[in-house]
Nanobody
Framework: QVQLVESGGGLVQAGGSLRLSCAAS????????MGWYRQGPGNQRELVAT???????NYADSVKGRFTISRDNAKNTVYLQMNSLKPEDTAVYYC???????????WGQGTQVTVSS
């Protein structure tokens, strides 16, 4: 059974930074693309960033240039470095195994990010 455990969220002022981590108990983790999603208050869950097994990355326009996704296959962990945070980045952030942007596994508990103005 796949488990996804997100951590690293918190309360930060606008302009600040946070680094999120997602530990994935996925067999052969290194073979899978991973993604970070977020769901803000009253919003649908949206895809924020993806990283392929080969390390290629893609970002939503709203976070491009501010967020960086990375992975450590030895630790079965994917990261999301978030800089220049804005109040509109406030959301619960989730990770998942992805294919074509589609999440493939059950969701974890997520980690709350709150950006104050």
């Amino acid at each position: 059974q796949v488990q996804l455990v997100e951590s690293g969220g918190g309360l930060v002022q606008a302009g600040g930074s946070l680094r999120l981590s997602c530990a994935a108990s996925v067999s052969m983790f290194r073979l899978y693309a991973m993604g970070w999603y977020r769901q803000g208050p009253g919003n649908q869950r949206e895809l924020v960033a993806t990283i392929t097994s080969g390390g290629s990355t893609n970002y939503a326009d709203s976070v491009k240039g501010r967020f960086t996704i990375s992975r450590d296959n030895a630790k079965n962990t994917v990261y999301l470095q978030m800089n220049s945070l804005k109040p509109e980045d406030t959301a619960v952030y989730y990770c998942n195994v992805v294919s074509g942007g589609i999440p493939l596994r059950s969701w974890g508990q997520g980690t709350q990010v709150t950006v104050s103005s």
